[in-house]
């Protein structure tokens, strides 16, 4: 695709259940990166993948949030036991490589009732 | 820790006006600063990228300019338009934050006819 690509776009889901997130980055970025920016909120790093290198993992909240990205390519951002406070627009970038130009998603909006 | 923040955090001018956007940064050892625009309730569109060798860019009625030595980038927007409105996000790269973004709060530009 031309852009990157998260689904669901919207995703409403009760307290305590598990919730899965994707990401698919354009074609041959080496770089993917989540935010989330929750109501009136500033974004707010979780994690970045960069290559074969062990990601960043030092923006995730608590854990109960974890990342995977299966051959360098697609990414899911997983939250167990969703609490209300994870409510949030979820949203993910890649960069041909570190420090690069990032493009966004058009993010994942998660509603916790 | 690398801290972004943008000045003022809401703006309104009239159809037309030029106007500047500011963003300073407390740790200058960035690799680039990008700005972004974000509408209601979607993902951010890329605007300009700046690498931290560069003093400015352009695009169209946009420019941004970086001082890195003094932590500060503006983003000049001319001659604006209704469709201008939208919030303005500047991130740094790099620094002790490698490979990361760190975001500004956001500027929330209203430009009325």
């Known amino acids: 695709g031309a852009g990157v690509s998260q689904s669901p776009s919207n995703k409403v889901t009760e307290k305590g259940k598990d919730v899965e997130l994707r990401c698919d980055p354009i074609s041959g970025h080496t770089a993917l990166y989540w935010y989330r920016q929750s109501l009136g909120q500033g974004l707010e790093f979780l994690i970045y993948f960069q290559g074969n290198s062990a990601p960043d993992k030092s923006g995730l909240p608590s854990d109960r949030f974890s990342a995977e990205r299966t051959g360098g390519s697609v990414s899911t951002l997983t939250i167990q036991r969703t609490q209300q406070e994870d409510s949030a627009v979820y949203l993910c970038?890649?960069?041909?490589?570190?420090?690069?130009?990032?493009?966004f998603g058009q993010g994942t909006r998660l509603t916790v009732v | 820790k690398q801290e972004v923040t943008q000045i003022p955090a809401a703006l309104s001018v009239p159809e037309g006006e030029n106007l500047v956007l500011n963003c300073s940064f407390t740790?200058?050892?960035?690799?680039?600063l990008q700005w972004f625009r974000q509408d209601p309730g979607k993902g951010l569109t890329s605007l300009l990228l700046?690498?931290?060798?560069?003093r400015e860019q352009t695009s169209g009625r946009l420019n941004a300019s970086l001082d890195k030595s003094s932590g500060r980038s503006t983003l000049y927007i001319a001659a604006s338009q209704p469709g201008d409105s939208a919030t303005y996000l500047c991130?740094?790269?790099?620094?002790?934050?490698?490979?990361?973004?760190?975001f500004g709060q956001g500027t929330i530009l209203t430009v009325h006819p």
């Open positions: 740790d200058s050892a960035i690799y680039n």
């Open positions: 700046i690498q931290s060798s560069q």
């Open positions: 991130a740094v790269a790099g620094g002790t934050s490698y490979g990361k973004l760190t």
């Open positions: 970038a890649s960069s041909p490589g570190p420090n690069t130009e990032a493009f």
